[in-house]
Nanobody, 124 residues
């Protein structure tokens, strides 16, 4: 099994920055592509960004492009999401996810492993 644990969430003012981290443990050799998703109250879980195994390919939702940066450190089994210029509509629970194929996907159903999530609240 693979365990993913997010950290770094919290309360931040609009325009501020926050960095989320995700630590993977267990059978980490199964992990290839990874990504971040978020879910606001009353809404479906949505794609934020993804990164392939080498880190050479990334993909972002249009709503966050240019403001959020995803990165990974395979030696440490960690994934990060640097969030700048945060907006109130970014308030949500942010989830770290991983899959066993090295193919980026925006579809939550394609991800094999999920963390428990970390709350991010952006005040206006």
């Amino acid at each position: 099994q693979v365990q993913l644990v997010e950290s770094g969430g919290g309360l931040v003012q609009a325009g501020g920055s926050l960095k989320l981290s995700c630590a993977a443990s267990g059978l980490t050799f199964y992990i290839r592509a990874m990504g971040w998703f978020r879910q606001a109250p009353g809404k479906e879980r949505e794609f934020v960004g993804s990164i392939n195994w080498s880190g050479g390919r990334t993909d972002y939702a249009s709503s966050v492009k240019g403001r959020l940066t995803i990165s990974r450190d395979n030696a440490k089994n960690t994934l990060a999401l640097q969030m700048n210029s945060l907006k109130p509509e970014g308030t949500a629970v942010y989830y770290c996810a991983a899959r066993e194929r090295d193919v980026l996907s925006t579809d939550p159903k394609m991800l094999d492993y999920w963390g428990q999530g970390t709350q991010v609240t952006v005040s206006s």
